[in-house]
């Protein structure tokens, strides 16, 4: 018992310095990259941060199984999206208490979408009408919904309200860092219009003013024959001097589109992740790009 005593004692010190240790850690489901990301910054160590996503799925359109549901029923949060990302959430049975919509409180700023059907690689039809759902490309927006979840952070007890109010105003700065670069990348450039392969850029497009036409292409595919005719016809219509790409294609695409005249932008909308950078780090690398392209 004496060689025992001084065991539990450093036991119990080692707890006391780490209450996360002692037990565990509570767990918050994101129906997206950039909802974890604001997540995992404001929680800290204090709680994981899951995104149940496969890599190579697009969440809007995801289909979680049964093993899923059953993981993101009992999470202590639930963040979504709202303005209608994330199109399982209305077919699964989800617990209120622990359901916060990030976009709740910018409603109001919503953008309601033309009607256009069709089908990704996985061959299911879906739609896009009702209303734009990447919110988080605006950075102001974006704020909004960081402080939604801090402010859901903070109510469920899962971190400390002096840690997360530290975190969020770290993550707003970096945020209003972003909504300053994009203001200067896209300054002078309202009157040029540009093209998107996909319409995922109508809240990047309304808070800076920009002209932006979308086609429907595959991310980060090489477009078909008849897909590039699309462009060229696009192009002629409106005029563009710049395509943004959702994810970089193959080498010959970038091709085609010089081709035309175009200026190739890659513009990740990071429903997903990219490899090697954060959100704000992806999203600071496109304006850079745009700077360094502007016609």
């Known amino acids: 018992m004496p060689l025992l005593r001084p065991f539990l004692a450093v036991v119990l010190t080692l707890l006391a310095a780490n209450p996360v240790a002692a037990q565990d850690r509570s767990?918050?489901?994101?129906?997206?990259?950039?909802?974890?990301?604001?997540?995992?910054?404001?929680?800290?160590d204090e709680a994981e941060v899951i995104f149940p996503v496969p890599a190579d799925v697009d969440p809007s359109f995801w289909r979680p199984?049964?093993?899923?549901?059953?993981?993101?029923?009992?999470?202590?949060l639930i963040l979504l999206n709202g303005a209608g990302f994330a199109t399982w959430v209305d077919r699964v049975s989800l617990p209120r208490a622990k359901v916060v919509n990030s976009t709740a409180a910018i409603e109001d700023q919503f953008i309601r979408t033309e009607s256009i059907t069709h089908s990704h690689g996985d061959g299911d039809e879906h739609s896009h009408e009702g209303?734009?759902?990447y919110t988080w490309l605006d950075p102001i927006l974006a704020i909004a919904q960081a402080e939604a979840v801090a402010a859901a952070i903070t109510a469920r007890g899962i971190a400390p309200d002096d840690a997360v109010a530290t975190r969020l105003d770290a993550l707003r700065a970096d945020l209003a860092e972003l909504d300053r670069q994009a203001t200067g990348a896209f300054d002078g450039m309202q009157d040029i219009a540009m093209i998107a392969t996909h319409p995922r850029y109508q809240y990047l497009a309304q808070r800076y003013g920009l002209s932006i036409s979308s086609l429907e292409w595959e991310a980060g595919a090489m477009p078909t024959e008849a897909e590039q005719a699309d462009l060229v016809a696009l192009a002629a219509q409106t005029g563009a001097q710049v395509l943004i790409w959702e994810a970089a294609p193959p080498a010959e695409a970038f091709a085609v589109a010089a081709e035309l005249g175009l200026a190739n932008i890659v513009f990740p909308t990071l429903a997903q992740g990219v490899d090697d950078q954060t959100y704000i780090q992806a999203i600071a690398n496109a304006l850079t790009a745009i700077s360094e392209a502007k016609p």
Do not use: C, H, K, W
């Open 27 to 44: 767990r918050v489901v994101a129906v997206n990259y950039p909802l974890q990301y604001f997540a995992e910054r404001l929680a800290g």
């Open 65 to 76: 199984s049964i093993a899923d549901i059953s993981t993101i029923q009992s999470a202590d």
């Open 131 to 133: 209303l734009a759902s």
